[in-house]
């Protein structure tokens, strides 16, 4: 049987972030894309995927994403056979992230959306990827077929500390980190494992915070792996 799979993406990245790793995963799993554009809390996000999701089923969330898995995990932990969590954490958000999203707010109130920062999500990608640049592109795209409103709504997500509600999660649960992302240090994927009863923690060398697409064939082979352990 094929394992229904929910996919949910991070900060304006579309259902396309995962294109490569289904390509990589084939027919073994069974990928939807979870509804993380449409309300403005973390909360509001859980609730909506699991209104639409499967009775169970298997749950991917990748960094703004992987917040939401872990509310969905923790309210409706009968119906979530397996947790992966991809370059995310559970620190909250910070007076400097909240100082930058509010002046975003206020650019995008006064002049619109001008689309995603070229120089700000090649931070994203390794520098040493061959494709840097295509991938790049391919993640402007999109950002700009999401637009402004869906960026104010996911600016407006707060993001509140998890790490006291860790260890009430009752899945099996895989984290990916890599080892040279910098906007998810390590050591922020560190603490969410351990503080995750049995979690796996598994660190990818040579790749910046775009997992999904700077990795595929390995993130296949290692979700692939921890499932087929269960």
Do not use: W
């Amino acid at each position: 049987m094929i394992r229904n799979t929910v996919c949910l993406p991070g900060f304006m990245l579309g259902p396309g972030l995962f294109d490569d790793l289904a390509d990589s995963l084939g027919d073994r799993l069974r990928l939807l894309h979870g509804d993380v554009y449409s309300d403005t809390s973390i909360a509001g996000m859980a609730r909506r995927v699991l209104r639409d999701a499967p009775d169970r089923f298997a749950l991917l969330g990748f960094s703004m994403g992987g917040f939401v898995a872990r509310e969905i995990a923790l309210s409706a932990p009968e119906r979530v056979d397996a947790l992966i969590l991809i370059g995310t954490s559970a620190r909250a958000t910070s007076d400097a992230e909240h100082g930058r999203k509010e002046a975003i707010l206020s650019q995008l109130a006064e002049t619109g959306f001008k689309g995603m920062s070229r120089k700000a999500l090649a931070r994203g990608i390794h520098p040493d990827h061959p494709d840097r640049e295509a991938l790049v592109a391919r993640l402007r795209a999109m950002g700009a077929e999401l637009g402004g409103e869906v960026m104010a709504r996911q600016l407006l997500a707060t993001r509140v500390d998890g790490h006291g509600d860790l260890p009430r999660i009752a899945a099996p649960t895989l984290v990916v980190a890599a080892r040279e992302d910098l906007l998810r240090p390590l050591a922020e994927l560190e603490a969410l494992a351990a503080g995750i009863p049995n979690a796996r923690l598994e660190i990818f060398e040579n790749c910046g915070h775009i997992i999904p697409m700077e990795k595929p064939d390995q993130l296949a082979d290692s979700i692939m792996a921890f499932l087929n352990g269960l």
